[in-house]
């Protein structure tokens, strides 16, 4: 995060932004059907096309290893990778698993965070499409009972 | 890093003269023990995990600790013979502090261990040896005694202060209320640190208290200590799953987690801006946990660790990419101090000693101050303590990946006070031993059992259910990741058996379900089941203690004639079990 501004100051001022970015109309058609597709290969298929898919190292993916309440789990995707015009969170076991997508527009910075909601254990991935290709990563997260700890 | 000097501790360690009772080492000398050689040019002290045992207790070392896939015969995970294996000289003393082997036979030979006040006499010796040494405290100080719990951890924020512990982390520490833990953490005259703890999103927006409003850090990430001139950096890393492990409700603003990516950052920071001469990592993450991140974060000297109660006697060096990283765990109950002797060149650490010193009560004398501490903080509550609830004909104990002898004792006072077929009891690994023949106390009973959740539950819940239970907490155990584990051992079970594949997948390792008349256990049936430690939501129940109290007064003597582990399956020969 940008150190000339604090965390507490940050997230007061998210919630000014979220009003905006939560406004119904703002939810393209394509990004909808995604959201309804029941399978991660379809999900990208709706988002992404044609576009061909490769593993990177260029994606930092912040999420829990186990999380501490799969109801709202923080995530944080962010790239240095040139010209990202969307970031998408796909969630392979959640019953509709995309989780979230961001449409980066010029002058964004390709860091986008928010909350997910995940049923149970699952790979998580992350994807950032460019004009010519997507970027992905992926990690598991854990959805456990408590208890038992040492 | 001087490899060398640390293959030679143990031989050092090692007790000169020949023991035929600690007795006749007179003087309480210790026969060389506790008299360690010059080495390096500043001493750090490592306790963890003492649960809040002011008193000196027994503690039996596990005779299962099951290491999979890549863990496997390493260490933390040898017990018994096996891990002396490890050791370049063993006698009898050092074999009995480090293992489970003739734990009867020579605990009597040898009598109790810790204690703060027999700790704090330790201490004092090592800091004279060296003209000073930095105490660190990893945590899992403040909870495990009824002191612990009456005072909500005040008696041992205390013993601390006078301990003069320096820097601190923490994992049960935060069962109490929040607001409690902030009380306890301001009383507490060292530092309390925590890279991994920030507020929540929302508590920062409800305006609650942190450390830092630009990171949102709760504690402070990290401490600079000058010792003999050189800076040390201490770096504090919480229990990771402590709102998974132990219930959210108690700290509802608090967001842990590993926070790897932040680790680094910060050693670097600290690297960059402090220019200290060592970065050590006061950790509660558990051994295998540190393990791995020492594997993948460079820049760290040390990692002091604990949570899993490890008594691992020779550290582990961690090649990573900027270097090499000590890792240590320093067992539990203040059975030991590890001692970290670190020499120093223009590079910063060159070289270092560790030790992992049994405290032996009967070889240190008392410290009069704390001493007297303990008897004043503990005497209001001693009627209670003190009462005789039953005997014992078998040697009682927990620790170990499946059910202790007391854990048995507990599932028995489940299933018959509490009138169910099936009883669950948490694996934890905090508790202490009762030889045969001794009184069970109240105080005994207390050691298994004391925390701010102990509601006991009675509820009926569908076969499947069961095994799903059973199964969730066997991955967070048994899983090869070690960033995916929490590091307690197996739920204990009354009233039926099963058999368990740890190398295999989530889902696939317990199987076999039968009630102690050998029926198969029905997915689809419903089964009677009663346990405690709920981290969901508050249970109805009586407190577990006053269940198990109960039990004993009814039986007056106690003798476990079985314990009801499961059936292993898949596994060849481990040097995790015995």
Redesign the interface.
Same mark, same amino acid.
């Given at each position: 995060m940008n150190t000339n501004f604090s965390r507490r100051w940050f997230v007061k001022s998210l919630a000014a932004v979220a009003v905006i970015v939560s406004f119904p109309g703002v939810v393209f058609a394509r990004a909808k059907g995604a959201f309804n597709a029941g399978k991660t290969n379809d999900v990208v298929d709706v988002l992404f096309g044609d576009l061909p898919i490769e593993e990177s190292t260029e994606i930092t993916f912040k999420l829990p290893d186990i999380a501490e309440n799969g109801a709202v789990v923080p995530a944080t995707v962010a790239t240095e990778i040139e010209g990202v015009t969307q970031i998408a969170i796909v969630i392979d076991e959640n019953p509709n698993p995309l989780s979230a997508v961001f449409d980066i527009g010029e002058m964004s910075l390709a860091d986008v965070s928010t909350r997910i909601k995940i049923g149970k254990s699952s790979v998580a991935r992350a994807y950032v499409k460019t004009s010519d290709k997507v970027f992905m990563t992926s990690r598991e997260v854990k959805v456990t009972i408590g208890g038992c700890g040492g | 890093m001087n490899r060398r000097e640390f293959l030679e501790l143990i031989a050092k360690a090692g007790v000169t003269a020949s023991l035929s009772g600690c007795h006749a080492l007179g003087n309480k000398n210790a026969g060389g023990l506790y008299e360690l050689s010059k080495f390096g040019q500043a001493r750090v002290l490592h306790i963890t %995990?003492t649960h809040a045992q002011l008193m000196p207790v027994y503690f039996r070392e596990p005779s299962v600790n099951l290491g999979l896939g890549s863990a496997k015969g390493k260490m933390p995970h040898r017990v018994g013979k096996n891990l002396l294996s490890e050791l370049r000289e063993v006698n009898p003393m050092l074999s009995h502090a480090y293992t489970y082997l003739d734990f009867t036979e020579a605990a009597q030979r040898f009598g109790k261990v810790g204690g703060f006040s027999h700790l704090a006499t330790l201490i004092e010796r090592l800091r004279g040896e060296t003209g000073g040494a930095l105490l660190l405290d990893g945590g899992?100080t403040w909870q495990g005694s009824g002191t612990a719990l009456w005072t909500r951890g005040k008696d041992m924020v205390g013993a601390c202060n006078l301990l003069g512990v320096d820097v601190m982390t923490g994992?049960w520490e935060f069962t109490y209320d929040a607001a409690e833990v902030i009380e306890n953490t301001a009383d507490f005259k060292g530092e309390f640190v925590a890279q991994n703890i920030r507020a929540t $999103?929302d508590a #920062? +927006?409800e305006g609650v208290d942190v450390f830092d409003? %630009?990171?949102?850090h709760v504690f402070k990430p990290y401490v600079i200590k000058e010792q003999n001139g050189y800076r040390i950096a201490v770096i504090g890393q919480a +229990?990771p @799953?402590?709102? /998974? &492990?132990?219930?959210?409700r108690f700290i509802p603003d608090w =967001?842990?987690? /590993?926070q790897e $990516?932040d680790l680094a950052q910060l050693v670097e920071d600290i690297r960059v801006r402090e220019k200290p001469h060592a970065v050590i990592l006061l950790s509660h993450n558990?051994m295998d946990v540190d393990l791995k991140l020492a594997s993948r974060v460079s820049g760290i000297d040390a990692i002091l660790g604990g949570? =899993?109660?490890d008594g691992v006697p020779v550290p582990v060096v961690v090649d990573n990419g900027g270097g090499k990283t000590i890792v240590t765990n320093a067992g539990s109950n203040g059975k030991f101090v590890g001692v970290l002797d670190l020499e120093f060149g223009r590079t910063g650490v060159v070289g270092f000693r560790y030790r992992l010193l049994p405290v032996f009560s009967n070889l240190l004398d008392e410290h009069v101050e704390m001493a007297k501490y303990i008897s004043e903080v503990r005497a209001p509550y001693l009627p209670a303590l003190n009462e005789k609830l039953a005997t014992t004909e078998s040697l009682l104990y927990r620790r170990g990946n499946f059910n202790g002898t007391f854990d048995q004792v507990i599932c028995d006072a489940l299933l018959e006070q509490l009138d169910s077929q099936i009883a669950l009891s948490?694996? +934890?690994?905090?508790g202490t031993t009762v030889l045969p023949g001794d009184t069970i106390t109240m105080e005994r009973v207390l050691d298994q059992t004391c925390m701010t959740y102990p509601e006991t539950y009675v509820r009926e819940m569908e076969g499947h259910e069961l095994k799903m /239970?059973l199964e969730?907490?066997a991955?967070?155990i048994f899983?090869p %990741?070690p @960033? @995916?584990q929490?590091? *307690? %051992? #197996?739920?204990r079970t009354g009233g039926m058996s099963y058999s368990c594949a740890p190398r295999n997948g +989530?889902g696939e390792r317990i199987g076999d379900l039968r009630l102690r008349d050998g029926s198969l256990v029905d997915a689809s049936k419903r089964y009677k089941i009663a346990g405690w &430690? =709920?981290? *969901?939501s508050k249970s109805a129940g009586p407190a577990v203690w006053d269940v198990v109290a109960d039990h004993l007064r009814d039986k007056k003597e106690v003798s476990v004639d079985r314990v009801e582990t499961p059936v292993l399956k898949g596994l060849t020969s481990n040097p995790g079990l015995a």
């Open positions: - | %995990d899992d994992h $999103e #920062m +927006f409003d %630009d990171t949102g +229990f @799953y402590t709102p /998974i &492990a132990n219930p959210s =967001t842990f987690g /590993i $990516e558990g949570h =899993t109660h948490p694996g +934890f690994r905090w /239970i969730s907490v991955d967070n899983t %990741d @960033y @995916y929490q590091g *307690g %051992d #197996m739920v +989530f &430690a =709920t981290v *969901g």
